[in-house]
């Protein structure tokens, strides 16, 4: 067990809609990170947020957001949803601060289906 | 912008065997590399890292990998194979650079066999 919880672990919704995907971050760490993983596009880095502030963008589309709130949990937001968004989508944790050395740590991911 | 290289898709040893995954980055800077291991319906688990220091770099579970800075390389090795091994590997590269998002490589699946 990493320490980082994901909710919820399944999503099925249809086209055009929105969802919200919740993580909650290891006990002291200050960065989040928000991960795409498919079949045919791999594990693509979506955006970083570091207490509270964003800190790295990725490959993140227009119509997803995320942030993070005081207490450090974030949420990913994702809208006009298409099927190809279907995929597995990884938070993680790590200490963060300037040196960008640490480890992350990975929750088990929260599965959208896009039907 | 960083990119990384994971030349097999599949890798097969037998239990026992010692095994390699492969891993070539490319960053205009200096390289923060890591190796991370997947299993069924998990998220990512920290293998290892190398940021400084000693080129060869000792991980968790056995596994160790080498930073070869003229061949931009970052294999990952275990002496003795087991079947437990068998799972997704993730190399992952971070340039000191830039402004800080990781890139995975696309994984390398090792089956380890009997």
């Known amino acids: 067990d990493s320490g980082v919880t994901q909710t919820p672990k399944h999503l099925i919704t249809a086209t055009g809609q929105r969802v919200t995907l919740r993580c909650s971050p290891r006990s002291g760490d200050l960065s989040v990170y928000w991960y795409q993983q498919s079949l045919d596009q791999g594990l693509q880095f979506l955006i970083q947020?570091?207490?509270?502030?964003?800190?790295a963008k990725g490959n993140i589309l227009e119509r997803f957001s995320a942030q993070q709130f005081p207490d450090l949990h974030s949420e990913l937001n994702l809208s006009s949803l298409e099927l190809g968004d279907s995929a597995l989508y990884f938070c993680?944790?790590?200490?963060?601060?300037?040196?960008?050395?640490?480890?992350?740590?990975f929750g088990p991911g929260t599965r959208l289906t896009v039907l | 912008a960083q990119s990384v290289a994971q030349p097999e898709d599949q890798v097969n040893v037998a239990e026992g065997n010692p095994l390699t995954v492969k891993c070539t980055y490319s960053?205009?800077?200096?390289?923060?590399l890591f190796w991370y291991v997947q299993y069924p319906n998990r998220g990512l688990q920290f293998l290892l890292k190398y940021i400084t220091g000693d080129n060869l770099v000792k991980g968790s579970y056995g596994f160790e990998a080498e930073f070869n800075k003229s061949q931009t390389s970052f294999h990952l090795k275990k002496p003795s194979a087991l079947v437990s091994d068998s799972a997704l590997y993730f190399c992952a590269v971070r340039d000191i650079g830039n402004n800080n998002d990781m890139r995975f490589g696309a994984g390398t699946r090792l089956t380890v066999k009997p």
């Open positions: 960053v205009s800077g200096n390289p923060y």
């Open positions: 947020y570091y207490n509270g502030e964003e800190r």
């Open positions: 993680a944790s790590s200490v963060g601060g300037v040196s960008q050395s640490n480890e992350q740590f």
